[in-house]
């Protein structure tokens, strides 16, 4: 537990912080997405016990593939779903997220028990954002998206920072920028741009405010999702290794080219998250992922 390292979005995933739905309390008072807006207008906020029985779902299949599964405390607080934010990993240092939302940055506390056994950690300060949706690590980049939750101040210090301690070394820091969208938003850049496979990724165009980086067209194979299939979050996957990845079977097309290229898909019910504008990828923090 106290070894962590992360060098890649693909590589194979052996121990991960999965979120929790054990608090979910949304009102009206706690609607900080655009899913969340839409949620509440339909009478459909997430439900507890149905994101309960998909988070239990989801870590028993995690589970099963022998990835070790770590869980937050309970916590006083609207919902702990995921946990992706609130921290990422680059090669072997733990980085503590500034949050936008305050009540997120309570959810921190939850996995500090985890943090303190961590040789690494630095917080990001206050005064700058940074969330860990907005972070992808992968083929000697670190992506880092700007937009609704992330700001610009918080890429140059997370660029800064990493220039300046030696990761720039083993990684090129790329700022990509994400376009604030008319109807909807795009929470995090792994909303719109997720590497899976050995070169692929899975890309939603419209969210790049500057165009798609040199960075993403050289190094993947893009595979194109529509607004329909962006707003259903069907970027945001987990992969378990190059060969695996986990999916809702909603994205149905997305799952049906994945397997093509020979990537076993895992379909699974996850439909609660969802509705707070998370999936997959967001509900789990990856700890260890060679």
Same mark, same amino acid.
Do not use: W
């Given at each position: 537990?106290?070894?962590?390292?992360?060098?890649?979005?693909?590589?194979?995933?052996?121990?991960?912080?999965?979120? *929790?739905? @054990?608090?979910?309390?949304?009102?009206?008072?706690?609607?900080?997405?655009?899913?969340? @807006?839409?949620?509440? !207008?339909?009478?459909?906020?997430?439900? !507890?016990?149905?994101?309960?029985?998909?988070?239990?779902?989801?870590? !028993?299949?995690?589970?099963? *593939?022998?990835?070790?599964?770590?869980?937050?405390?309970?916590?006083?607080?609207? @919902?702990?779903?995921?946990? =992706?934010?609130?921290?990422?990993?680059?090669?072997?240092?733990?980085?503590?997220?500034?949050?936008?939302?305050?009540? =997120?940055?309570? @959810?921190?506390?939850?996995?500090? *028990?985890?943090?303190?056994?961590?040789?690494?950690?630095? =917080?990001?300060?206050? #005064?700058?954002?940074?969330? #860990?949706?907005?972070?992808?690590?992968?083929? #000697?980049?670190?992506?880092i998206g700007v937009g609704v939750r992330t700001n610009e101040e918080g890429m140059k210090w997370l660029k800064n920072y990493l220039e300046e301690n030696g990761f720039a070394e083993e990684f090129k820091i790329v700022p990509v920028f994400i376009k604030k969208l008319v109807i909807g938003e795009i929470l995090h850049l792994d909303c719109a741009f997720m590497p899976v496979g050995e070169d692929l990724a899975l890309i939603y165009l419209p969210a790049f405010a500057e165009g798609v980086p040199a960075e993403i067209i050289d190094n993947y194979r893009l595979i194109e999702v529509t607004e329909e299939e962006q707003r259903n979050l069907g970027t945001n996957v987990l992969s378990l290794d190059k060969c695996t990845v986990i999916s809702r079977p909603e994205s149905v097309r997305i799952n049906g080219l994945l397997e093509k290229e020979g990537i076993k898909v895992i379909p699974l019910s996850f439909n609660e998250n969802p509705k707070t504008g998370g999936s997959f990828r967001c509900a789990t923090l990856p700890l260890v992922r060679k």
């Open positions: 537990m106290s070894d962590i390292y992360v060098s890649s979005e693909t590589g194979k995933l052996y121990s991960v912080i999965l979120g *929790r739905a @054990e608090t979910l309390n949304l009102t009206a008072d706690d609607l900080i997405s655009f899913h969340l @807006e839409e949620s509440f !207008k339909n009478a459909d906020l997430p439900k !507890k016990e149905k994101a309960i029985a998909e988070f239990t779902a989801l870590g !028993k299949i995690l589970k099963e *593939r022998g990835v070790e599964v770590f869980r937050p405390d309970i916590l006083d607080t609207p @919902e702990q779903l995921n946990t =992706r934010d609130i921290g990422f990993v680059i090669q072997d240092t733990f980085f503590v997220s500034h949050m936008k939302v305050d009540t =997120r940055q309570d @959810e921190i506390v939850a996995i500090e *028990r985890f943090i303190k056994k961590f040789p690494k950690v630095v =917080r990001v300060p206050e #005064g700058v954002m940074i969330e #860990g949706g907005d972070i992808v690590v992968d083929k #000697g980049h670190v992506f």
